[in-house]
């Protein structure tokens, strides 16, 4: 009750996005910046160790409870969970801790859609900004042949670094990657995120801890006076005064402990609650699809089709294969070996080195479409050719602006899908070849966000549409079988690799895609949900402008990963922690 209840700048959501930008905005001290979080802030095992990234039940108490997907028509109507952070540090506290960021192609795609600033060349400053390099020993960077760029990281408060602890086997992974011929870049954080690449993981080798978003942005200022965290507190509505020039934002209602109460903005509300619960927030404060807002009983304040459109996220396929090794220590061998995991564990207490500082591996391959099928142009050009309404969901049928920023999103999707400096398909680069993915990373289908006419505030009406768009379905069948020549080539033959799951019999696109369909190895979802509130022109559809402010409102921003037009082909937080360093520069600019 004594903390003032007016700040200049109210962030909601204390992830990542959410976190740097209150960093940011603190360093200057004569502004006033509170975030509201709807976790807590949380330090276990979980959390802090990078081995346990590999366990999410080990977290499941820091998400939102319940969220699901509908039924998903591409996937035999099947719902999903889709796992999204509730923890001071949100998605950094419990992911999979690989740092890797997109192409330059990737963010070019974002300026081409008339985002001015947004292509590589203005991501790259705030990606070199937030990051600090902690390089593997010489002896591992010599065994294993790492290689990295050191000029594009900087000395910013996020260490990614690359453990000391690597398996063997992965070399033989590496061999036969490079035997494909396909580019091989230095780093795929240059920019060049086409080709096999080391990554590093959010980890500090200092400590052998989980580095997120709280422990690098939050944890080293948290003496500021003039930034305030509130956690276990959910932020309910963003209160909007209709203003001449559109609703303007004065404040949020929040929730804590079964009190409601309001925290005013003087300056903006910033939000930073991630692509799942940013449409919802915008939709229950009036802004939003006028048809969605009245079927809920929300007075529409400002109608834009836009928030909660465009959602879209990495679908992928796991692939199952049987591998067997002579090599000791595996990847494995913490589970499978007692003593040796008691020798790591006790090596981990004393100097936190070993096993338990290896997350989920330091090496990805991402790979152009025209490197994975022969047949690139003719996938290109069937979705360059669909009609511009075909495959989209019905909130766009009857919005003109929609439809034409799909359209435009489309025609670049098809470009990137004919270049080889852009990649269409993921796959990890693993040092046990057991379980592989194909991850599609420039998915043609889009999805919903759409608040519950029955419940408002409760789990919204969330629809990826996966593999709605056949293009998508192609990728998965052109995907698996590039991938089975790298499998099975001459250089893994010592590991008698042999598919499982679909099967080598499995041959066609439609029968690779039914075979993983009907095993239920198919995904809408990487953890990697994007794009719901899109920066776009408001006359192409967009819902913020590329200085990330709500079309239609005044003060009012959004931050997080909603942004995000076109997914970038990489896992995402990487692009977030750039997003968030780029979005505080823009709003301290504001006038
Ligand atoms: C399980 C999992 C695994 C992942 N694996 C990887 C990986 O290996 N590599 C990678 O690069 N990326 C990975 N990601 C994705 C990455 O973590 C996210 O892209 C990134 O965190 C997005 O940042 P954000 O700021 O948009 O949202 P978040 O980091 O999710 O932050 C949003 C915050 O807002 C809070 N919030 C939401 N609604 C409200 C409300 N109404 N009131 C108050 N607070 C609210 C949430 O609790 C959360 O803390 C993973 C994500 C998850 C969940």
Known sequence: ASRPAEYDYVIVGGGVTGLIVANRLSEDKSKTVIVIEGGASVDNDATMIPWKANDISASADLIWKGIKTLPEPGLNNTAFDVYVAKVLGGGSVINGMIYDRGSAADYDAWEALGNKGWGWKGM???????????????????????????????????????????????????????????????????????????????????????????????????????????TNTEAKRVILKDNKKGAIATGVEVTSNGQTYTINAKKEVILAAGAVQTPKLLQLSGVGPKSVLKAAGVKVQVELDSVGSNFHDHPY??????????????????????????????????????????????????????????????????????????????????????????????????????????????????????????????????????????????????????FVNPVDKTIIGAGLRYMRTVWLSKQLEKFSISEIIPGAQHTSDDDIFNALLASNFLSPTLAHPSGSCPMMPESDGGCVDDKLQVYGTQRLSVVDASIIPIIPSCHLQATAYGIGEKAADIIKSRK
């Open 317 to 466: 396929a796991t692939v199952v294969f049987n591998t067997t090794t002579k090599t000791f220590p595996t990847v494995n061998s913490l589970m499978t070996d007692p003593e040796y995991n008691a020798t790591q564990w006790k090596q981990y207490e004393e100097k936190k080195t070993g096993h338990y500082t290896y997350a989920r591996g330091n090496a990805l391959s991402f790979i152009s479409l025209p490197d994975v099928t022969s047949g690139f142009r003719n996938i290109a050009n069937a979705l360059a050719r669909q009609k511009d309404t075909d495959y989209l969901p019905e909130i766009y049928k009857n919005n003109k602006k929609l439809i034409r920023g799909a359209a435009k999103q489309r025609k670049i999707i098809s470009e990137l899908y004919k270049r080889k400096d852009a990649a269409a398909v993921e796959y990890p680069l693993p040092s046990d070849g057991t379980y592989g993915l194909v991850g599609v990373q420039k998915p043609a289908s889009r999805g919903t966000i759409h608040i519950n006419a029955k419940n408002p505030n409760g789990i919204p009406d969330i629809i990826y549409n996966a």
């Open 124 to 230: 790259l400053p705030y990606f070199k900004k937030g990051t600090r390099f902690q390089p593997p020993s010489p002896e591992i960077t010599k065994k294993f042949g790492v290689t990295w760029d050191p000029s594009v990281y900087g000395d910013g408060p996020l260490t990614v670094s690359i453990t000391d602890t690597q398996f063997d086997d992965i070399k033989d992974y590496w061999a036969a990657w490079r035997a494909t011929g396909v580019y091989v870049p230095r780093d795929g954080n240059a920019g060049q995120a086409y080709g096999p690449s080391w990554y590093g993981n959010t980890m500090d080798k200092e400590t052998g801890r989980r580095a997120h978003a709280r422990y690098a942005y939050y944890d080293p200022i948290a003496s500021r006076r003039n930034l305030v965290i509130v």
